[in-house]
DNA sequence: CTATGACCTGC
DNA sequence: CAGGTCATA
């Protein structure tokens, strides 16, 4: 890794820039850091910071301002309303789904600004490998340090290094102990390297190809890799895919589904036929964007059960 | 088709 | 037990 060719720079040093959104459409802090993505995190003065395609951005909203500045630049000129999603109609969301259900209008009410993110389709993948059975926290520790061991260097600003995610390729066999022990997966690291190496032996542009995809086939294409499951799948397709139908059911939309929508699962534990029980079920309630309802029900339910330090 | 256990750690 | 998955019974 030639660490000699990221400069150490300050955010003061750097241009910042601005535009305009409404605030109760963009809520930075739900947005970041409700679960979806695992590399940003806040600063004492409000920042969000946070590597996306190999740059490092930080950015926070004042009223409907949101400044930014990006190192070396931004991934692309329109990145902000691609990543943010910021041509989703989020308003017409709230009016439609909330007129069908009064527990998601509640939890459009309580966490209003909250989106979904078009994030990349290959860290998003490599990202949920190392969520099963994992907490927040210790999965974003895990990204961290695997961006530092083999992601590309890009700057260390205000005294903290800045890398890129590492590829597809990083992930063989040798480094596997290094991941079980340094980046402290334990058992994931074993599955997450089988699923990369099968990923890797895709043809090129597997990943990004998924989401041109209807939602039945890109899932479907997820699940024929080893180690990734129903709910892997259905993160991927909804964090990075724009798949709006997907559903990932973990225990804490099965908690809620048990308890609002479907009180005769008796069913123990979280099989496949409940699995698609309760996904089918909230699409049957809200259509082509239960993925929606889905995150603001999720996320109620986590602030709730508070099992998370982010907010 | 369902249920159970194993898999690494730590809060 | 945690924002699962797979193998087995």
């Given at each position: 890794?030639?660490?000699?060719?990221?400069?150490?720079?300050?955010?003061?040093?750097?241009?910042?820039?601005?535009?305009?959104?409404?605030?109760?459409?963009?809520?930075?802090?739900?947005?970041?850091?409700?679960?979806?993505?695992?590399?940003?995190?806040?600063?004492?003065?409000?920042?969000?910071?946070?590597?996306?395609?190999?740059?490092?951005?930080?950015?926070?909203?004042?009223?409907?301002?949101?400044?930014?500045?990006?190192?070396?630049?931004?991934?692309?000129?329109?990145?902000?309303?691609?990543?943010?999603?910021?041509?989703?109609?989020?308003?017409?969301?709230?009016?439609?789904?909330?007129?069908?259900?009064?527990?998601?209008?509640?939890?459009?009410?309580?966490?209003?600004?909250?989106?979904?993110?078009?994030?990349?389709p290959?860290?998003?993948i490599?990202?949920?490998l190392?969520?099963?059975?994992?907490?927040?926290?210790?999965?974003?520790?895990?990204?961290?340090?695997?961006?530092?061991?083999?992601?590309?260097?890009?700057?260390?600003?205000?005294?903290?290094?800045?890398?890129?995610?590492?590829?597809?390729?990083?992930?063989?066999?040798?480094?596997?102990?290094?991941?079980?022990?340094?980046?402290?997966?334990?058992?994931?690291?074993?599955n997450?390297?089988r699923a990369m190496e099968q990923i890797a032996a895709k043809p090129?542009?597997w990943a990004?190809s998924l989401?041109?995809m209807?939602y039945a086939e890109a899932r479907a294409e997820l699940m024929s890799v080893r180690s990734i499951g129903p709910?892997i799948a259905d993160?991927v397709s909804?964090?990075?895919l724009?798949?709006?139908?997907?559903?990932?059911?973990?225990?804490?939309?099965?908690?809620?589904?048990?308890?609002?929508?479907?009180?005769?699962?008796?069913?123990?534990?979280?099989?496949t036929?409940?699995?698609?029980?309760?996904?089918?079920?909230?699409?049957?309630?809200?259509?082509?964007?239960?993925?929606?309802?889905?995150?603001?029900?999720?996320?109620?339910?986590?602030?709730?059960?508070?099992?998370?330090?982010?907010?």
């Amino acid at each position: 890794m030639p660490l000699v060719s990221a400069p150490t720079l300050s955010w003061a040093e750097l241009p910042h820039y601005s535009f305009e959104y409404p605030s109760p459409l963009l809520n930075l802090r739900w947005t970041l850091g409700c679960g979806q993505a695992f590399r940003w995190r806040e600063t004492a003065e409000g920042w969000w910071v946070g590597v996306v395609r190999g740059c490092v951005l930080r950015v926070r909203s004042q009223g409907d301002t949101v400044e930014y500045a990006a190192y070396p630049h931004l991934p692309d000129p329109g990145f902000w309303p691609d990543y943010l999603r910021l041509d989703f109609d989020l308003e017409a969301m709230y009016s439609e789904l909330g007129a069908l259900d009064p527990h998601a209008r509640a939890s459009f009410e309580s966490w209003p600004g909250l989106r979904l993110l078009r994030q990349d389709p290959t860290e998003t993948i490599t990202s949920f490998l190392c969520t099963t059975a994992n907490s927040i926290p210790r999965i974003a520790r895990a990204i961290e340090g695997m961006s530092v061991a083999w992601g590309e260097p890009i700057a260390t600003i205000d005294d903290r290094s800045y890398h890129g995610f590492p590829t597809a390729e990083v992930f063989t066999e040798e480094i596997i102990p290094t991941l079980e022990r340094d980046c402290n997966l334990g058992y994931r690291a074993y599955n997450l390297v089988r699923a990369m190496e099968q990923i890797a032996a895709k043809p090129p542009g597997w990943a990004n190809s998924l989401r041109a995809m209807p939602y039945a086939e890109a899932r479907a294409e997820l699940m024929s890799v080893r180690s990734i499951g129903p709910k892997i799948a259905d993160c991927v397709s909804l964090f990075a895919l724009d798949k709006d139908e997907a559903v990932p059911v973990d225990t804490h939309v099965r908690q809620i589904a048990l308890e609002l929508y479907l009180p005769e699962i008796t069913q123990k534990s979280l099989t496949t036929n409940v699995y698609n029980r309760i996904a089918s079920r909230f699409r049957e309630m809200f259509g082509e964007r239960a993925g929606w309802a889905q995150e603001y029900l999720f996320f109620s339910h986590l602030m709730r059960h508070r099992d998370t330090p982010v907010l």
